[in-house]
Nanobody, 120 residues
Framework: QVQLVESGGGMVQAGSSLRLSCVAS????????TAWFRQAPGKEREFVAA?????IADYSSSVMGRFTISRDSTKMYLRMSSLKPEDTAVYYC????????????????WGQGTQVTVSS
């Protein structure tokens, strides 16, 4: 059974950068889509960025140009730059068996999340 563990969150000021990591155990990322989602207090979990089964990156419009997703066989990263207070949320990594993963409903496995807090 796959396990996903996120790390790298923290409290930073607006304009700063952070890199989140997601480490998989129990399987590799070969042949699956992987993604980052986030959930702010009182809001639904939302798509941030994904890598499709074919290795193509996809981003939400709110993070396009500021965040970069990457991965190797068992690690996935989210490089976040020019952070804004509205980026404050718990960030989750996920994987799914469909071609892409842009909806929480498509995830087969989730990590426990890592908190990112951006102050103004």
């Amino acid at each position: 059974q796959v396990q996903l563990v996120e790390s790298g969150g923290g409290m930073v000021q607006a304009g700063s950068s952070l890199r989140l990591s997601c480490v998989a155990s129990g399987r590799t990322f070969s042949g699956v889509a992987t993604a980052w989602f986030r959930q702010a207090p009182g809001k639904e979990r939302e798509f941030v960025a994904a890598i499709t089964r074919r290795g193509i990156a996809d981003y939400s419009s709110s993070v396009m140009g500021r965040f970069t997703i990457s991965r190797d066989s068992t690690k996935m990263y989210l490089r976040m730059s020019s952070l804004k207070p509205e980026d404050t949320a718990v960030y989750y990594c996920a994987l799914g068996s469909r071609e892409s993963l842009t909806s929480p409903d498509g995830a087969d496995s989730w990590g426990q999340g890592t908190q990112v807090t951006v102050s103004s």
